[in-house]
């Protein structure tokens, strides 16, 4: 009878955890056809479920097809790797506090964005019809920042692999180690930026806003194919950070090789990162706030946390792009400061709460 009980209670258990994976995703579903309608081209839905299927207006099938379409993918991609990438980072660095940001590739990002455009001119300035500061080269900029955040990501792993920083890949070390090196590219940046002209800084501020009107499908294939290999092995390493979860030790005496699984996950978050940081600009606090905020609904059985982070990332990005694109009519507000304006206060709730002691 008891044993009937267990089962009894875990499938209950199981079955609610599946009814919020399955909220989650009725969720990304309405604001993706919510994100598709946002704008200020003054379609009704019924025009853009025409433009959707291919018929009706020809512009409105452009705009659908050709600006929004790219820009909601994004979003949905984005977010969801963004999102997984800051919750496994917390589980192997056991850091609630840790996210794609942590090992310094954002600022590694920014200071070969910076490098592209007032170094090798990649920054222009346009006064043809009104003064305007934009980016000449774009894929100059984009795989400047790529190749910076990634050469920070294999430098921080090195130097916490050597046998001086301690056995194996502490956690610690590897924060500190990201802290000090995304340190040294902001302050590189700010070096660059002393010698640069107004406008080149100009473009190179305006680059770091997380902005997903750069989008394009080919954009949008690159990170797919990133977001989806990663989590593949993300998933088939659920129970490796189950163990981890549970302690260092523990996971060892369970046979997981800590080290190794360690550093592959931080190396494909930080590739995550990169090639979204590099196509989109910075958007913070995706994959921080997403997979604490599912901690609380779904704890920390990673069989349904992975899936479920990836859910409400992409969530949380679709909400901001449809915000940023409807709080001023004719102006579309980078999503990077969406996302760290509520960021922000939904993150500082989310500690009040758990200090409270109480459960989301």
Same mark, same amino acid.
Request: glycine residues 10%; aromatic residues 8%.
């Given at each position: 009878?008891?044993?009937?009980?267990?089962?009894?209670?875990?499938? +209950?258990?199981?079955?609610?955890?599946?009814?919020?994976?399955?909220?989650?995703?009725?969720?990304?579903?309405?604001?993706?056809?919510?994100?598709?309608?946002?704008?200020?081209?003054?379609?009704?839905?019924? +025009?853009?479920?025409?433009?959707? *299927?291919?018929?009706?207006?020809?512009?409105?099938?452009?705009?659908?097809?050709?600006?929004?379409? /790219?820009?909601?993918?994004?979003?949905?991609?984005?977010?969801?790797? *963004?999102?997984?990438?800051?919750?496994?980072?917390?589980?192997?660095?056991?850091?609630?506090?840790?996210?794609?940001?942590?090992?310094?590739?954002?600022?590694?990002?920014?200071?070969?964005? !910076?490098?592209?455009?007032?170094?090798? $001119? &990649?920054?222009?300035?346009?006064?043809?019809? $009104?003064?305007? #500061?934009?980016?000449?080269?774009?894929?100059?900029?984009?795989?400047?920042?790529?190749?910076?955040?990634?050469?920070?990501?294999?430098?921080? *792993?090195?130097?916490?692999?050597?046998?001086?920083?301690?056995?194996?890949?502490? /956690? +610690?070390?590897?924060?500190?180690?990201?802290?000090?090196?995304?340190?040294?590219?902001?302050?590189?940046?700010?070096?660059?930026?002393?010698?640069?002209?107004?406008?080149?800084?100009?473009?190179?501020?305006?680059?770091?806003?997380?902005?997903?009107?750069?989008?394009?499908? +080919?954009?949008?294939?690159?990170?797919?194919?990133?977001?989806?290999?990663?989590?593949?092995?993300?998933?088939?390493?659920?129970?490796?950070? !189950?163990?981890?979860?549970?302690?260092?030790?523990?996971?060892?005496?369970?046979?997981?090789?800590?080290? /190794?699984?360690?550093?592959?996950?931080?190396?494909?978050?930080?590739?995550?990162?990169?090639?979204?940081?590099?196509?989109?600009?910075?958007? $913070?606090?995706?994959?921080?706030?997403?997979?604490?905020?599912?901690?609380?609904?779904?704890?920390?059985?990673?069989?349904?946390?992975?899936?479920?982070? &990836?859910?409400? $990332?992409?969530?949380?990005?679709?909400?901001?792009?449809?915000?940023?694109?409807?709080?001023?009519?004719?102006?579309?507000? /980078? #999503?990077?400061?969406?996302?760290?304006?509520?960021?922000?206060?939904?993150?500082?709730?989310?500690?009040?709460?758990?200090?409270?002691?109480?459960?989301?």
């Amino acid at each position: 009878m008891k044993e009937a009980s267990l089962l009894t209670q875990y499938r +209950e258990h199981r079955r609610r955890k599946l009814a919020v994976l399955l909220g989650l995703l009725l969720l990304d579903v309405a604001l993706t056809v919510l994100c598709l309608h946002a704008g200020y081209a003054g379609m009704s839905p019924w +025009e853009v479920l025409k433009a959707f *299927l291919g018929v009706g207006d020809q512009t409105n099938r452009t705009i659908l097809w050709n600006i929004r379409m /790219p820009r909601v993918l994004a979003a949905i991609i984005a977010g969801a790797g *963004l999102a997984v990438a800051g919750c496994v980072m917390q589980t192997v660095l056991k850091n609630p506090m840790a996210s794609p940001s942590t090992l310094g590739v954002s600022q590694a990002a920014v200071f070969g964005a !910076n490098f592209a455009i007032i170094l090798l $001119g &990649a920054g222009a300035f346009h006064s043809t019809h $009104g003064e305007a #500061v934009s980016i000449s080269n774009p894929y100059l900029v984009t795989g400047c920042a790529f190749l910076c955040a990634l050469g920070s990501t294999v430098l921080i *792993l090195l130097l916490s692999g050597r046998p001086s920083a301690g056995p194996g890949f502490s /956690p +610690e070390t590897v924060v500190l180690a990201g802290v000090a090196v995304g340190s040294i590219f902001s302050a590189g940046t700010t070096v660059i930026q002393c010698f640069a002209l107004d406008t080149q800084v100009a473009a190179a501020v305006f680059w770091t806003f997380g902005d997903l009107g750069r989008a394009t499908y +080919e954009k949008d294939l690159i990170m797919l194919l990133t977001v989806v290999l990663s989590l593949v092995f993300f998933l088939a390493n659920r129970w490796n950070y !189950n163990a981890l979860a549970s302690g260092e030790a523990c996971a060892r005496s369970l046979g997981v090789r800590t080290g /190794p699984v360690r550093f592959v996950t931080l190396l494909l978050s930080s590739l995550i990162c990169a090639v979204c940081v590099s196509f989109l600009g910075i958007i $913070g606090f995706v994959g921080l706030v997403a997979p604490q905020a599912v901690r609380r609904f779904l704890g920390s059985d990673h069989r349904f946390l992975l899936p479920g982070s &990836a859910l409400a $990332g992409a969530a949380l990005l679709l909400f901001a792009d449809t915000l940023s694109r409807s709080l001023m009519a004719g102006i579309s507000l /980078p #999503v990077g400061a969406i996302t760290s304006l509520f960021g922000g206060p939904v993150f500082l709730w989310m500690l009040l709460r758990k200090k409270k002691g109480v459960r989301i």
